[in-house]
C-alpha cells in the first residue's frame, strides 16, 4: 500500500501567504518532481470558494469543512479536515493541524523562525500571544517533528526545552523552471510604465517595518548620488502589517512570478536588507538569476554566501557603502554563473527529499 502523504495549504488562502506560502508551492513541486509511485500527496484546504491559482498546484485536493480562521483555531484540539488515511499529516506552519491519519501516523510541522519575538514590534499582540502558545503546543507534543530551515533556529528550540532528536533541517528551494522569466523587452516596457529607464536597483518582499526598507531608501539615495549606476529603487511585492515609508523609491506592488524573475534579471544588484529574517528566500532567488547581491547579516539563507556583499541593517552608511561595493563586482557570464553555483543545491527536489528523510 503506498503511503499517504497530507500536507496544510491553508497558508494559500491568507490574505498575505508570504514566504510560507512559497514554501507550500515549493514542496508540492518537490514532492512531484521526484516522481515517486509509492508516495500519494494530498492538500488539505479550508472550506469554501475554490481557488484557479491552488487547484494548478500537483496536489489531490481535500477540504476541511470550515474557513481558514475557524481552522486555525480548532486545530490545536482537533485534525479537523485530515484524511483518516493519512499516514504522514504535515502542517506547513504552526497553525496545524498537529494530529488526525491512522492510528500510527507521522505528524511534523515546519518551523520557519521565532520573528514574534526577535522583532516584537513588527507584530499585534494577539499574534504575538498566538505564536507563543503554538510554540508550547509543539514543544509539548514530544512525537510531533519539526523541520526547520533557518540556521540556528534548532539551537533556538533546543534551548526552549525542545528535545534535539524531533527537529530535522531542510534545505528550501528557489528553482522554479516551470515559470519562464519575461523578456528583457517586457522588463523594460514594465518599468517604463513607472517613469524607471536605464539601471534599477530591485527589492522584492513584503512591505513592512523590519523588512528596514525606510533605511534602505535613505543608503539607496545616499550611494545613487555617487554613482548613477545604481538608478532607481524599484519595490516589487505586497504590504504588509504597519506603516512603511517608501520615500522616493518606485513601488510597483505584487507582480506575476515571470514579471518578478525578469526583474531579479535585470536588476543592476538585489538588496535586501531586514533587521530580522527567518530565512530569506529572496536574496537566493536573486543569487539564482545570477545578479549581484547586498544583503543584511542577519539575513540567514545568505550569512555564509561568498557571492554577497553583507552590511549592518542598523547603519545606514554601512548599507550604502554596501551598494557601491556591490556595483563594483564583475556581472559578466563567468561571475553570473558563479552567483547561480553557490545556491545550486536549493532546490525544491532537494527540500522534498530533506523532508521524506525526517518522515522516516
Not at 498575505?16 to 514542496?27: D, S
Request: proline residues 7%; charged residues 25%.
Amino acid at each position: 500500500m503506498s503511503p499517504k502523504l497530507t500536507l496544510s495549504v491553508d497558508q494559500l488562502y491568507r490574505p498575505q501567504p508570504g514566504g510560507i506560502g512559497t514554501y507550500v508551492r515549493g514542496l508540492a513541486q518537490g514532492l512531484a518532481a521526484l516522481g515517486d509511485p509509492e508516495l500519494e500527496v494530498s492538500g488539505l484546504a479550508p472550506g469554501g470558494q475554490p481557488r484557479s491559482d491552488i487547484a494548478e498546484l500537483p496536489l489531490r485536493m481535500v477540504r476541511a469543512p470550515m474557513p481558514v480562521n475557524m481552522l486555525t483555531r480548532l486545530w490545536k484540539y482537533w485534525p479537523v479536515g485530515v484524511p483518516r488515511d493519512a499516514d504522514i499529516v504535515h502542517a506547513t506552519s504552526m497553525s496545524g493541524p498537529f494530529a488526525g491519519g491512522r492510528d500510527r501516523a507521522v505528524h511534523s510541522v515546519a518551523m520557519h523562525d521565532l520573528l514574534w519575538r526577535d522583532e516584537p514590534a513588527a507584530s499585534t499582540s494577539a499574534g504575538i500571544r498566538f505564536h507563543d502558545r503554538r510554540l508550547r503546543l509543539i514543544i509539548a507534543r514530544r512525537s510531533l517533528r519539526v523541520m526547520t530551515s533557518s540556521p540556528g533556529l534548532k539551537e533556538r528550540l533546543v534551548d526552549e526545552g525542545m528535545d534535539d532528536t524531533r527537529i530535522h533541517p531542510v534545505r528550501l528551494g528557489v528553482d522554479d523552471d516551470a515559470v519562464m522569466a519575461a523578456s528583457s523587452e517586457s522588463i523594460v516596457e514594465f518599468l517604463a510604465g513607472y517613469g524607471v529607464t536605464g539601471p534599477f536597483t530591485f527589492y522584492a518582499g513584503t512591505r513592512e517595518p523590519r523588512k528596514n526598507i525606510e533605511r534602505l531608501v535613505e543608503a539607496h539615495h545616499r550611494a545613487s548620488s555617487n554613482n548613477a549606476e545604481l538608478g532607481r529603487l524599484v519595490l516589487a511585492g505586497p504590504s504588509g502589517w504597519g506603516e512603511v515609508p517608501t520615500g522616493d523609491a518606485v513601488t510597483v506592488g505584487l507582480v506575476s512570478r515571470s514579471v518578478l524573475k525578469g526583474l531579479y534579471r535585470d536588476a543592476a544588484l538585489f538588496a535586501y536588507v531586514p533587521r530580522a529574517e527567518g530565512w530569506g528566500l529572496p536574496p537566493v532567488e536573486a543569487l539564482h538569476a545570477g545578479t549581484r547581491v547586498v544583503a543584511s547579516r542577519s539575513t540567514p539563507s545568505v550569512a555564509t554566501n561568498v557571492e554577497v556583499v553583507r552590511v549592518d541593517p542598523f547603519d545606514v552608511d554601512s548599507i550604502a557603502q554596501g551598494l557601491l561595493d556591490c556595483l563594483k563586482l564583475d556581472d559578466d557570464f563567468d561571475a553570473r554563473s558563479r552567483r547561480r553555483s553557490s545556491v545550486a543545491d536549493l532546490t525544491w527536489r532537494n527540500a522534498a527529499l530533506d523532508h521524506l528523510a525526517g518522515w522516516r
